[in-house]
């Protein structure tokens, strides 16, 4: 889909720009392509501190890599201590607001002391390297200390985002047989609260591994604490030492698991490690996000998912940002909270998501035309594609005509971002992410692995390792290899349909397999599927994405029912309240369509893109999502399937 505008970088921003025009950019794309243990090599040795140097840094049993072998590091050390003999000493590591407008702010040196406290108290409860640590909190600095905690001493976490309901929590504990779990009360949100506890007290009756529940207070609200079983963290916080050495890990220790859903019910362990990863998410936040020292740099996210890791914490303290994070709802109290977010703390670099974006164009101009967002120098966009109309005004009503966008497109799997223009080199085209990162080789290919040329519609895939690709699944390299890597031959596969067109800009299309993407929250059909099917009243249930204003995909669900008298508006309610609780709130169906019959191949498979196409061709989409021509993906789909 081609758009008329192409928006070049103005000399002012470029002029000042940590990479400087398209002659900077291929100059490095090129290194890297072609010298790539060279670039990355150098490129560790002054990104990082290392308590051991490595002895190669590549090495590629496929479908399996390594990267900085031998080598020793930490990433709570290079996001904490390595800054402490510097000037960020007492700069602002994580600037916090909660709902309610209470604010922290917190230097790198007390981030640093909060975090080795934490980090003894893991220790007295016995943790260690190699260790599992499940973490299920709000938006809270305490969230980061954990994960920096448990990155501190080698323990492997795991973070569950709060929306996420008991089930889900429990599935992910017991896959991950995880020794501890980090929780808090509750937490804030559209001035409710979200009992987290209350989901840990539940998923914890069928999880035999967890010996303790460390839990942060945060709401105050009256929780059960199970004797022996759950403490409060003031209470062992209290007293402990503040002084905690860094393990020495090796690059390939595994930092954390992610989970994230797949094609089948089964959610998918993703596992990342430290050295590649860390140095990833480093590099990309100045080739990206253009980071100055002096930046506020915001991300929306919540760290319950792959952004937050990688752009909330990780990326930003290893980088020495300072890096805001909210609690909260963005309607809460009304729909200009994070406009006056932004003038309050004179926010200077703005990562959110697509449907962010359309719900305020759909509040209306008023609530960010109220605030001064003059601070803001940068824009950022993730998690899905983001339509040229929501661009624009994006460019227009937020940042003014004078800020970029970083469109950034990637994946729980790729740790870090894969396209992305960097904002003083690449001429910006409104709905496409752009051009890729150095030592990212994408190309787009038919089933075979053949390329299918500029222009043409095809799999996107990445044709060799980077340092911040997923290792392998959470005690399942097979499904791995099986999933990223056999089936097309010798690249890794995303998931995505994408064209590329004649200047090399890539235009991601969507999902080619049976994941959704809503809100830019990654959902499987399966998973849905499986939890409906779970339902007394239901025989079967086929689950598609439907084209949404707002959310960009929203689900929708055709069910066949048991034999039985049934009130379907009754029952429809029930079974969307029935998914809320086995998956989470985020996953509420639009739409249950009850149904006689499912079409079905002859082999019995569910033909979710005949029902794709209903659902699809009764909506009236207009400008509300790059995926133009759905014809597209649901050929490549169809492809997919009979593979
Ligand atoms: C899927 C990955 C990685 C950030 C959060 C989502 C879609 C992500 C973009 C973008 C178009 C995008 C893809 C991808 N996606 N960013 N900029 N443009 N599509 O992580 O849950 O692992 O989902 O999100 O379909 O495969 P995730």
């Not at 017991?174 to 989901?199: F, H, M, N, P, Y």
Request: with cysteine; proline share 5%; hydrophobic share 40%.
């Amino acid at each position: 889909m081609a758009s008329a505008n192409v928006y070049p970088p103005s000399s002012e921003f470029a002029s000042r720009a940590y990479v400087q025009g398209m002659d900077e950019y291929r100059a490095l794309y090129r290194t890297a392509a072609e010298r790539p243990e060279e670039f990355w090599g150098e490129l560790a040795e002054k990104e990082l501190f290392w308590f051991e140097k490595w002895s190669h840094v590549f090495e590629w049993h496929p479908p399996f890599a390594k990267w900085f072998v031998g080598g020793k590091t930490n990433v709570s050390y290079n996001c904490l201590d390595r800054h402490l003999a510097t000037h960020r000493k007492n700069k602002v590591a994580i600037l916090w607001e909660g709902e309610p407008g209470d604010q922290r702010q917190i230097s790198y040196q007390e981030l640093h002391r909060l975090v080795c406290r934490f980090a003894n108290v893991l220790k007295g409860r016995g943790l260690k390297a190699g260790d599992r640590a499940v973490i299920y909190m709000g938006m809270v600095p305490e969230l980061p200390v954990a994960l920096l905690a448990c990155a501190r001493l080698g323990v492997t976490h795991s973070v569950v985002f709060g929306g996420f309901s008991a089930e889900a929590l429990k599935a992910r504990i017991q896959d991950l047989e995880a020794q501890v779990v980090i929780t808090g009360d509750g937490s804030w949100r559209r001035g409710k609260e979200v009992r987290l506890k209350d989901a840990v007290d539940e998923a914890l009756i069928e999880c035999p591994s967890v010996k303790d529940v460390i839990v942060l207070q945060r709401t105050g609200s009256a929780i059960a604490m199970k004797e022996g079983r759950d403490h409060w963290w003031h209470d062992l916080d209290q007293g402990a030492s503040e002084v905690c050495p860094a393990e020495e890990l090796d690059s390939e220790h595994p930092l954390y698991v992610l989970y994230t859903s797949g094609t089948t019910g089964k959610p998918k362990g993703i596992v990342h490690t430290t050295a590649g990863y860390l140095l990833q998410v480093t590099a990309t936040m100045k080739w990206v996000f253009d980071l100055r020292d002096e930046d506020t740099y915001w991300c929306t996210a919540d760290i319950g998912w792959v952004t937050g890791h990688s752009y909330i914490v990780y990326g930003p303290l290893s980088a020495g940002a300072t890096t805001m994070m909210y609690e909260g709802a963005p309607d809460f109290p009304q729909p200009d909270r994070f406009w006056r977010l932004i003038e309050k703390y004179r926010v200077n670099i703005f990562y959110t998501s697509p449907t962010a974006i359309r719900s305020f164009i759909r509040q209306g101009d008023q609530w960010p035309n109220a605030h001064d967002l003059s601070s803001l120098r940068l824009l950022g966009s993730v998690g899905e594609p983001i339509n040229p109309a929501a661009w624009e005004w994006y460019y227009k009503v937020i940042g003014k005509e004078r800020c970029p966008i970083v469109d950034t497109w990637w994946q729980t799997e790729t740790g870090a971002i894969m396209i992305s223009a960097m904002p003083g080199a690449v001429p910006l085209k409104p709905g496409s992410g752009s051009l890729p990162q150095p030592g990212i080789l994408c190309d787009v290919v038919d089933l075979m692995g053949k390329p299918v040329g500029d222009n043409a519609e095809g799999f996107l895939v990445i044709k060799r390792p980077w340092p911040s690709i997923a290792r392998t699944l959470w005690r399942d390299p097979d499904r791995y290899r099986q999933q990223y890597w056999e089936r097309i031959e010798g690249v890794y596969m995303t998931g995505d349909a994408a064209r590329r067109d004649e200047d090399g800009y890539y235009w991601i299309l969507g999902r080619v397999d049976d994941v959704m993407n809503v809100s830019g929250h990654r959902l499987s059909t399966m998973e849905i599927e499986s939890a409906l099917v779970r339902h007394p009243a239901v025989a079967e249930a086929a689950v598609v994405g439907k084209p949404h204003e707002i959310t960009g995909q929203a689900v929708a669900c055709f069910v066949t029912l048991k034999k039985g008298n049934w009130n379907h508006h009754e029952l429809g309610e029930e079974l969307r309240k029935w998914v809320a609780h086995e998956i989470g709130s985020f996953a509420k169906p639009e739409q249950i369509r009850f149904t006689d019959s499912l079409p079905k191949t002859r082999s019995g498979k569910i033909m979710r893109r005949l029902l794709r196409e209903i659902v699809t061709s009764n909506t009236v989409a207009g400008d509300v999502t790059t995926l133009e021509d759905l014809s597209v993906v649901t050929r490549l789909s169809a492809q997919h399937d009979e593979d």
